[in-house]
């Protein structure tokens, strides 16, 4: 059985301030980890990924996220918040390697930008 | 644009009715993910298709059910529908099964009055 937590619901930034959104991802077997957006009235859009290899992932926006699998952890950061990165951002999280990756999301968390 | 298509965008419709919700996955890919976003809930995986055939099943209730077609097109059918079903469907597309990242389609806004 897989979980996702996510601190904080909502979280409020300044305009070039650091961005932090935490994820906690519980799983039995090794995971594979995603950061989505949704910007209002739309889908979801992959923000980045982490299946193998290296644990600091890039993706795109600016944004990165670092896996650490003793903190179960797989939190998402951003130097410098931009007006435009205003939306939800779930994490989710994935079975390796079973053959149907259905995503496990957290809550979500809104973040805003404070101009 | 992830290429996945759902149609139709918004449907309201009335406790008790049926409603069927359209998805069209990405050119090429062969498994389709059912999703609902409730305020509730949060986001919740209902059912995979690959390849015409049911490959995994989550939160779906029993007054659901879906399928995909030969052409790779994916319909979920909703009935006796209650006031807790409004939601967000949303429909992905991944490649096959070896591959882990899906592409979700727009979405499709239930409410049921």
């Known amino acids: 059985a897989q979980s996702v937590t996510q601190l904080g619901s909502h979280v409020s930034v300044s305009e070039g301030a650091l961005v932090l959104l935490r994820c906690n991802y519980s799983?039995?077997?090794?995971?594979?980890l995603f950061w989505y957006v949704q910007y209002p009235n739309q889908g979801l859009q992959l923000l980045l990924k982490?299946?193998?290899?290296a644990t600091l992932v890039k993706g795109i926006n600016g944004f990165e996220a670092e896996f650490k699998k003793s903190e179960t952890s797989f939190h998402l950061t951003k130097p410098s918040a931009h007006m435009s990165d205003a939306a939800e951002y779930f994490c989710?999280?994935?079975?390796w390697g079973a053959g149907s990756y259905q995503l496990t999301f957290g809550k979500g968390t809104k973040l805003s930008v404070i101009p | 644009d992830s290429g996945v298509t759902q149609t139709p965008k918004h449907l309201i419709t009335a406790t008790g009715q049926r409603v069927t919700l359209r998805c069209s996955p990405r050119?090429?890919?062969?498994?389709v993910y059912w999703y609902q976003q409730s305020l509730d809930q949060g986001l919740q995986f209902l059912i995979q298709?690959?390849?015409?055939?049911?490959?995994a099943k989550g939160n779906i209730l029993e007054r659901f059910s879906a399928q995909q077609f030969p052409d790779l097109h994916s319909e979920l059918n909703l009935s006796s529908l209650e006031l807790g079903d409004s939601a967000l469907y949303f429909c992905?597309?991944?490649?096959?099964?070896?591959?882990?990242?899906?592409?979700f389609g727009p979405g499709t806004r239930l409410t049921v009055l």
């Open positions: 050119s090429g890919d062969l498994s």
């Open positions: 799983s039995s077997v090794p995971p594979y």
């Open positions: 298709y690959y390849n015409g055939e049911e490959r």
């Open positions: 992905a597309s991944s490649v096959d099964l070896s591959y882990n990242e899906q592409f």
């Open positions: 982490y299946t193998t290899g």
């Open positions: 989710a999280v994935t079975p």
